[in-house]
């Protein structure tokens, strides 16, 4: 395993390539928002300017972002793990037609799915102004993430065998579903919650359509920024959203995190 | 609540099974299950010895009049986890998220026992199944025969009133398998309790059985001791399927049982029995008086026996002989039968 070959060299250049073309732009944008003239470039110097301005206009998009997506988490969880709980228990014919419906809003262009929403419920009390609106489309748009990663899990575990073991011990269903269901499924609620939040976080399709003046979030805020604003602005406005996202992911990560220790154990 | 003084006697009335796309799994089925007897349900895959275990268990409904007694009572309509019934599985369904000691411990921890008293009994059964050492591994680091010991150990903790295990030694390699046989064995005549075992391995239904029931199809074929389903099958399945039969074709005449190869002392026989039924270890080898003349077709030395295969004008014989004398393919042999070890069927199938 010492000596390496061309060939590994030759990977290893190809490979780094590849990377340095994805990530050089999103450093470029990076900096370009900590730069005081992107046109004449670095020598103009840093500065936290653009953050700040960004931060003036649109921290409330921000915030929507962030209260939007913890709110469609919350709505995948109730909804998706007793979906997903339902499905892996019955054989039914339907309950598989079910399965793949569900993923029917990841197929279908978002622009599509906002424009039914619209049509169905424009005129239905103050919804469609409501931050609730968009809400509703991203649960739409991310439930299947969820209740596909949380029944991959539950079928990889034999749930069933499991809970009719709990069962055979004296576990009555709610006894059942919190010691040992819930647990058990910690990985696919994980893996579920990770992809929700990222996705109602990031989504704009559906959200452009979906949005009033009054209810911007994040990503609309910052095509409309990138389209309205200095480039420094936006690429600002793109560092902040990076600054706001990669905590919140790494928090859901280390919530999961003593469970999936306790689970796998340390190899002896 | 008081415990009967004696183990769990269960009474299946009519329980068939037919499942959502009308597949029967189980022909109606009526049977007693003795007081702290071991009771096996042997056959092929697909006989409904799993549904049946399944249906005392409470895992599944009987069809509509079907009803299990526990005791005397109707539990038909009880769910599982109100029938205090041990469970063993083949896959042993142990819980990742918790380690041995809270597997073993979780039936108590739901019956809402007392943490002291709770960790005295899990400490009980541990030092019974002799995994003392491993109460704080998780799941996933035990070996299978472990994993095996810590479900059996888990299914004890609770005191059941009846023990189920379905098919526990199959996913085990052989040897372990023989270990733990021996050790189950042990384990339930202590216990004295009332424990039913499916399995496809009549070896280990042999080993373990009280009684066997021996089913097909959905149907019981027959139902006694092992000695009483080895010696006396009652149908040509039990006689095929449990242990090497052999089979030789022929014609009643006079009190004899006329073949290509000899005539055989045949007492009892039908007269119009066209074949007869005998067991390898019946035949053996005679110089030179034997009933039957053949040729040896081949032999397999197995260590403490070789087994023979023996060519009678035709039909083939099995052998089981001293396994220090060899034989050459093609040798002549003659043989005779053990007087009064034909095996007759109860029944004309």
């Given at each position: 395993m010492r000596r390496r070959g061309?060939?590994?060299?030759?990977?290893?250049?190809?490979?780094?390539?590849?990377?340095?073309?994805?990530?050089?732009?999103?450093?470029?944008?990076?900096?370009?928002?900590?730069?005081?003239?992107?046109?004449?470039?670095?020598?103009?110097?840093?500065?936290l300017r653009w953050v700040a301005q960004v931060w003036e206009g649109y921290s409330d998009t921000i915030f929507r972002s962030m209260g939007i997506a913890v709110a469609c988490l919350a709505c995948t969880l109730v909804l998706g793990v007793p979906a997903a709980y339902a499905l892996n228990r019955s054989q039914s014919v339907p309950a598989r037609v079910i399965e793949e419906l569900l993923v029917m809003p990841v197929a279908i262009p978002g622009l599509a799915t906002a424009m039914?929403?619209?049509?169905?419920?424009?005129?239905?009390?103050?919804?469609r102004t409501s931050w609730t609106f968009i809400l509703v489309g991203h649960v739409?748009?991310?439930l299947p993430f969820m209740v596909r990663s949380v029944l991959a899990v539950?079928?990889?575990?034999?749930?069933?065998?499991?809970?009719?073991?709990a069962a055979s011990l004296g576990a009555g269903f709610r006894q059942r579903f919190f010691s040992i269901v819930l647990p058990n499924c910690r990985p696919g609620i994980l893996a579920g919650s990770l992809m929700v939040v990222t996705l109602s976080?990031?989504?704009?399709?559906?959200?452009?359509?979906?949005?009033?003046?009054?209810?911007?979030?994040?990503?609309?805020?910052?095509?409309?920024?990138?389209?309205?604003?200095?480039?420094?602005?936006?690429?600002?406005?793109?560092?902040?959203f990076f600054l706001m996202i990669v905590p919140l992911l790494v928090a859901i990560q280390l919530l999961a995190r003593p469970v999936q220790l306790a689970g796998q154990g340390a190899p002896r | 609540m008081s415990q009967p003084a004696l183990p769990l006697a269960i009474r299946l009335e009519r329980c068939a099974k037919t499942f959502a796309d009308g597949t029967?799994?189980?022909?109606?089925?009526?049977?007693?299950?003795?007081?702290?007897?071991?009771?096996?349900?042997?056959?092929?895959s697909g006989c409904g010895k799993t549904t049946t275990l399944r249906i005392i268990a409470g895992l599944e409904a009987p069809d509509e009049g079907g009803r299990v007694l526990f005791d005397g009572t109707d539990v038909t309509a009880l769910p599982i986890e109100r029938r205090n019934v041990g469970l063993v599985?083949?896959?042993?369904?142990?819980?990742?998220?918790?380690?041995?000691?809270?597997?073993?411990?979780?039936?108590?921890?739901?019956?809402?026992?007392?943490?002291?008293?709770r960790a005295a009994r899990v400490d009980e059964v541990l030092a019974m199944m002799r995994i003392e050492a491993l109460a704080?591994?998780?799941?996933?680091?035990?070996?299978?025969?472990?994993?095996?010991?810590v479900a059996l150990a888990r299914a004890l903790a609770v005191r059941p009133r009846a023990l189920l295990l379905d098919e526990p030694l199959t996913a085990l390699d052989a040897k372990l398998r023989d270990t733990l046989r021996l050790e189950i064995d042990a384990l339930l005549r202590r216990l004295g309790i009332t424990s039913i075992y499916v399995t496809h391995d009549q070896a280990e239904a042999m080993a373990l059985g009280d009684r066997i029931v021996v089913m097909d199809h959905g149907r019981v074929a027959q139902v006694g001791a092992p000695r009483e389903i080895y010696h006396a099958p009652a149908s040509r399945f039990v006689a095929d399927f449990i242990g090497t039969m052999n089979r030789l074709e022929g014609r009643v005449e006079a009190g004899r049982f006329l073949t290509g190869a000899g005539a055989l002392g045949a007492p009892g026989l039908d007269q119009g029995a066209r074949e007869v039924l005998f067991r390898p270890e019946s035949v053996r080898l005679a110089e030179d008086a034997g009933e039957l003349a053949g040729t040896v077709s081949a032999a397999f030395f197995l260590g403490d026996h070789t087994r023979l295969f023996v060519d009678c004008a035709g039909q083939q014989v099995v052998v089981e002989c001293d396994g220090r004398r060899e034989f050459a393919r093609g040798a002549s042999v003659r043989l005779a039968l053990e007087p009064g070890t034909l095996v007759i069927l109860r029944e004309g199938t």
């Open positions: 061309p060939a590994f060299w030759c990977l290893l250049a190809f490979t780094l390539l590849v990377c340095a073309f994805l990530i050089v732009p999103v450093a470029m944008s990076m900096l370009a928002g900590v730069t005081v003239n992107y046109q004449s470039g670095l020598s103009s110097g840093l500065t039914a929403l619209i049509v169905t419920y424009n005129t239905l009390g103050n919804f739409l748009f991310t539950m079928a990889a575990v034999d749930l069933k065998t499991l809970e009719e073991g976080m990031g989504e704009f399709n559906m959200t452009w359509l979906l949005h009033t003046p009054l209810t911007k979030t994040l990503p609309v805020g910052l095509a409309d920024a990138y389209a309205s604003l200095r480039l420094e602005v936006g690429s600002a406005y793109t560092l902040v | 029967r799994a189980l022909e109606p089925l009526d049977l007693e299950i003795r007081s702290g007897e071991t009771l096996v349900f042997l056959g092929p599985f083949q896959s042993y369904a142990l819980f990742p998220n918790l380690d041995v000691r809270g597997n073993v411990a979780y039936g108590l921890r739901i019956r809402g026992v007392a943490p002291a008293e704080s591994r998780s799941i996933d680091q035990l070996s299978g025969g472990q994993r095996q010991r």
